[in-house]
């Protein structure tokens, strides 16, 4: 393959309604041995939710994403891969002109890692193996004055983890592919819900 040392990438600027400023950039650069490619991107706005008034009261958020490809040339028959990717989402929870004063917020974390391995065995023969690890968090805050949360003031903590891999061996022969492997994976959830 072509040798791409001479990093390439691009940067944007965004502005649109509701005060809603996005910045996104990607990055990439690689040989034939290394390959990187990283995109980073993030936003804010007055607007996050579609709001119960026509006008959004209390309705301002932001998120942002981190994703990271790299790709590790071991060998002639051996490549390593790696994927991480982080988000974060952080809003204001929109309310209605009875409840002016409620400022329930809402926060929302990810976190995606997937490592792959794969080894040519032979003209015919490919054995891949991949794991991955994914946690998810949600936290529901309610108003600081639990008074001003009509009809009850309610908070919820929650997190969603799933964990795993597979391996599997493709045998391809003309026309024919044969295909034999397996997976493992377990989840774990934990709620808290307050009222």
Do not use: C, W
């Amino acid at each position: 393959g072509l040798d791409q040392k001479k990093p390439l990438g691009s940067v944007s600027f965004d502005y649109g309604s509701f005060k809603s400023p996005t910045v996104e950039t990607n990055f990439g650069m690689g040989s034939h041995l290394v390959g990187n490619f990283v995109s980073i991107s993030g936003m804010r706005t007055d607007r996050f939710l579609d709001p119960p008034e026509f006008t959004a009261i209390h309705d301002a958020g932001n998120k942002q994403s981190f994703f990271d490809r790299l790709d590790f040339r071991a060998s002639d028959v051996d490549t390593l891969h790696l994927n991480v990717n982080i988000g974060r989402s952080s809003f204001d929870v929109p309310t209605t002109l009875d409840a002016p004063t409620q400022a329930q917020h809402q926060n929302i974390d990810s976190l995606n890692v997937a490592p792959g391995y794969t080894r040519v065995m032979g003209s015919k023969t490919l054995l891949t193996a991949n794991g991955f690890f994914r946690r998810d968090k949600l936290a529901y805050l309610p108003s600081p004055d639990p008074f001003a949360d009509l009809p009850a003031t309610v908070s919820q903590n929650r997190s969603l983890t799933n964990i795993g891999g597979k391996v599997d061996l493709t045998y391809t022969s003309g026309v024919n592919n044969i295909k034999m492997g397996g997976s493992v994976g377990a989840t774990k959830l934990n709620e808290n819900f307050s009222i």
